[in-house]
């Protein structure tokens, strides 16, 4: 029903989590996601090293009033326990990155499960990457009259309303 749903033009909000990969997995690559191995983590003095404060992208910006507001007063959103997202640009959607880690000292943490207690270490023999990762990605087309619009967040906890009302 679901891949019905997306031929036909209706617009979907998928909200992903580091552990749920499989699942998650066959409908991400029906849109040309791909969800990467691992939760990202950065080191931080004061935040839980897998809370990412991740900003909007100048391409976010340009879609949207909100996101144009996040960008030009340099806010963030808090994504905790985040996966990060790779796409394959040109399958049917034009494909939109909407909201992106620092490029610097983030990782994808694929060994350390205990976050709090253990030290954390990237381990690129492990597939461990540092680089900047998407975390969200839109995507649109037409379909008939209709432009499709899908969210693909690679973390489902920044809709909770303690992340929504933190300032």
Same mark, same amino acid.
């Given at each position: &029903?679901? &891949?019905? &749903?997306? /031929?036909?033009?209706?617009? %979907?909000?998928? $909200? ?12 991400? !690559? ?8 691992? &939760?990202?983590?950065?080191?931080? /003095? ?13 391409? /976010? ?12 007063? +340099? ?7 985040? $996966?990060? %997202?790779?796409?394959?640009?040109? *399958? !049917? ?31 690129? %023999? /492990? ?18 009259? +209709?432009?499709? *619009?899908?969210?693909? %967040? ?7 309303? *303690? ?5």
């Amino acid at each position: &029903y679901l &891949y019905a &749903y997306i /031929a036909r033009g209706g617009n %979907l909000v998928i $909200a992903t989590e580091p552990d749920r990969a499989e699942v998650m997995q066959p409908i991400l !690559e029906h849109l040309g996601i791909q969800q990467v191995p691992g &939760y990202l983590v950065k080191q931080k /003095a004061h935040l839980a090293a897998d809370m990412q404060l991740v900003v909007p992208t100048a391409e /976010a910006a340009a879609l949207s009033f909100h996101f144009e507001t996040v960008y030009s007063q +340099k806010h963030f959103v808090m994504m905790p326990g985040c $996966a990060g %997202l790779d796409y394959t640009p040109g *399958k !049917e959607f034009t494909v939109v990155p909407l909201f992106t880690t620092d490029s610097t000292g983030c990782w994808n943490e694929r060994e350390t499960f205990n976050l709090v207690d253990d030290t954390l270490k990237m381990n690129a %023999l /492990a597939g461990e990457v540092e680089r900047a990762y998407t975390t969200a990605i839109g995507l649109y087309r037409r379909v008939g009259e +209709k432009e499709q *619009k899908i969210i693909v %967040l690679g973390d489902a906890d920044c809709l909770s309303n *303690k992340e929504i009302s933190t300032n």
